[in-house]
């Protein structure tokens, strides 16, 4: 976990692709009264390899405040399934609804290189935290 401009952002590197994610609650999609909470993700993808890798498949897991499990599995990510070639980095933003104040996402990426080898990369878990939240510490 690391502090960025953009709050707090998690990292993992799987065979030299690096994952950064960052959530940010979004209180003007969410309405609590009504038990929807929306969160935006930013998720920043970078080769710092020596091999291009295009990212094929993505799988989340996501567990809402009272455990409840959700997996959501598809082709690429928005739409696209970018390639990206040594040094490369890939952008996007995508977001997920809850129906608690608090959860936390996690999952992985299917790569394959150019030689046809396919690899899973991790996603980092990461938090999803609304002011809404009981922060009682234990």
């Known amino acids: 976990m690391q502090h960025s401009k953009l709050g707090v952002s998690f ?15 979004l209180p003007r999609e969410s309405d609590p009264s009504q038990d929807r909470y929306f969160w935006r993700y930013d998720i920043e993808i970078t080769n710092e390899g020596g091999e291009t890798v295009q990212l094929m ?4 897991i996501i567990i809402d405040g009272h455990g409840h499990r959700k997996e959501v599995r ?40 150019d030689t ?15 002011p809404y939240q009981d922060r009682r510490v234990n």
């Open 11 to 25: 990292t993992a590197t799987t065979r030299s692709i690096k994952v950064s994610v960052n959530a940010t609650w």
């Open 57 to 60: 498949t993505r799988h989340w």
């Open 74 to 113: 598809g082709d690429g990510v928005i739409g696209e399934q970018p390639k990206l070639l040594p040094g490369a980095t890939f952008n996007y933003a995508s977001g997920t609804p809850l129906a608690t104040d608090t959860g936390f996402m996690q999952g992985t990426y299917h790569m394959i290189t």
């Open 116 to 130: 046809g080898e396919g690899f899973d990369v991790e996603i980092p878990a990461f938090s999803l935290d609304s």
